[in-house]
T-cell receptor
Framework: EDQVTQSPEALRLQEGESSSLNCSYTVSGLRGLFWYRQDPGKGPEFLFT???AGEEKEKERLKATLTKKESFLHITAPKPEDSATYLC???????????FGKGTRLHILP | NAGVMQNPRHLVRRRGQEARLRCSPMKGHSHVYWYRQLPEEGLKFMVY????????ESGMPKERFSAEFPKEGPSILRIQQVVRGDSAAYFCASSRNGRDSPLHFGNGTRLTVT
């Protein structure tokens, strides 16, 4: 069964303390891996798409990387406004669906 | 530069009533997806539509739920005879080229069944 597992479930960091969020997946024929940010009461906001192992994308303090089994979202010197839930999704498998993980709740303390 | 628009933002229905959720995709997008989200749960796929066609409804419950995306107007997710277990946030997303492009989400409709 195609699965997406995100860890940790929740993460508290001090402002400026860099860290990484993990997204591991099992899907045959990966067509794309997506990262989203979701704020309370809002819909997910698209951040990155990664298509193949070794690919990296960057946006401000965020960098996403991809291997054959997992993706990392690296957060460098985070600020309180980076606090949100970060969602990972993969597309692939027999029916080509886009499957979401449960997310990592990130809280950056000032 | 309007994004995906969903309305209403909040909807309260009594058990047995009907709920209608509306979604207007981003300009230039003709592919619409509906997802459901429960607290502490991930987004669960429900249905994928193009104009006038249902492409994949494998995530939709077989009874009481239906979706449409007419030639003119918004996509509609309809839930008949709602039950308490239908309470959730329902998100609509659109994309330009279907499954080869990222989804862009609206801010959801929060359905509460009393």
């Amino acid at each position: 069964e195609d699965q997406v597992t995100q860890s940790p479930e929740a993460l508290r960091l001090q402002e400026g303390e860099s860290s990484s969020l993990n997204c591991s997946y099992t899907v045959s024929g990966l067509r794309g891996l997506f990262w989203y940010r979701q704020d309370p009461g809002k819909g997910p906001e698209f951040l990155f798409t990664l298509y193949s192992a070794g690919e990296e994308k960057e946006k401000e303090r965020l960098k996403a990387t991809l291997t054959k089994k997992e993706s990392f979202l690296h957060i460098t010197a985070p600020k309180p406004e980076d606090s949100a839930t970060y969602l990972c999704a993969v597309q692939g498998g027999r029916d080509d669906k886009i499957i979401f993980g449960k997310g990592t709740r990130l809280h950056i303390l000032p | 530069n309007a994004g995906v628009m969903q309305n209403p933002r909040h909807l309260v229905r009594r058990r047995g009533q009907e709920a209608r959720l509306r979604c207007s995709p981003m300009k230039g997008h003709s592919h619409v997806y509906w997802y459901r989200q429960l607290p502490e749960e991930g987004l669960k796929f429900m249905v994928y539509l193009q104009k006038e066609n249902i492409i994949d409804e494998s995530g939709m419950p077989k009874e009481r739920f239906s979706a449409e995306f007419p030639k003119e107007g918004p996509s509609i997710l309809r839930i008949q005879q709602v039950v308490r277990g239908d309470s959730a946030a329902y998100f609509c997303a659109s994309s330009r080229n279907g499954r080869d492009s990222p989804l862009h989400f609206g801010n959801g409709t929060r359905l509460t069944v009393t």
